[in-house]
């Protein structure tokens, strides 16, 4: 059972536009949500995180809205640059389960110049 | 110093072979993993320490062997691995090993292992 559903798998955008990827989860017990970028042969490496006390988080041109009705978050990227192109992950823990988190299954996002 | 280092960056292996991979940080991070990744998949964790103590080993085949000898290193001991176990071995770290304290991983940039 897959417990955080990511989409879209593939997503391409023009530099300048707005990229935005989505991550819906199931246990209602996960209460911290971060999202990862991986560049290819390099660790993923935390680039935001909220916590369901927030409905939106924002980072430079990286932004999280959190809907913990409808148990959805979504990463937005602003003015997205060709330097942004890689895999993102979003993720979902508990505080008390070690730390294990449960990941999306990735977006591979390319920005077009 | 914010990093994880893993070492080595890459390892070419033998079935019959027996290889370490080791994993430092020095963030004074008290919880650390091992992650399996296969390409165009996310992170599959396998072993949790928390504390210096095994925590979590989600079913991983005994040919995979954990090892934390203190706070700041954590090892993979390898052993007749199977060519697909041919994949990329993150370490990651976090803050704490449970309550308000949990934060988001501090990846290295890990270890492509080839099984051959």
């Known amino acids: 059972q897959q417990q955080v559903k990511q989409s879209p798998q593939s997503l391409i955008v023009q530099k300048g536009g707005i990229s935005i990827i989505n991550c819906a989860y199931e246990n209602t017990a996960f209460d911290y949500f971060p999202w990862y970028q991986q560049f290819p042969g390099k660790g993923p490496a935390l680039l935001i995180a909220i916590r369901p006390d927030v409905s939106e988080k924002k980072e430079g041109r990286f932004t999280i809205s959190f809907n913990k009705s409808a148990k959805q978050f979504s990463l937005h990227i602003m003015d997205s640059q060709p330097g942004d192109s890689a895999t993102y992950f979003c993720?979902?823990?508990?505080?008390?389960?070690?730390?294990?988190?449960?990941f999306g299954d990735g977006t591979t996002l390319t920005v077009k110049p | 110093d914010t990093e994880v280092t893993q070492t080595p960056k890459h390892l070419v292996m033998g079935m019959t072979n027996k290889k370490s991979l080791k994993c430092e940080q020095h963030?004074?991070?008290?919880?650390m993993y091992w992650y399996k990744q296969k390409a165009k998949k996310p992170p599959e964790l396998m072993f949790v320490y928390s504390y210096e103590k095994l925590s979590i080993n989600e079913s991983v085949p005994s040919r995979f062997s954990p090892e934390c000898p203190n706070s700041s290193l954590l090892n993979l001991h390898l052993h007749a691995l199977q060519p697909e176990d041919s994949a990329l071995y993150l370490c990651?770290?976090?803050?704490?090993?449970?309550?308000?304290?949990?934060?988001?991983?501090?990846f290295g940039s890990g270890t492509r292992l080839t099984v051959v």
């Open positions: 990651a770290s976090s803050p704490g090993g449970g309550g308000r304290g949990v934060n988001g991983y501090t």
């Open positions: 993720a979902a823990s508990r505080d008390t389960n070690a730390g294990k988190s449960t």
């Open positions: 963030m004074g991070h008290r919880a």
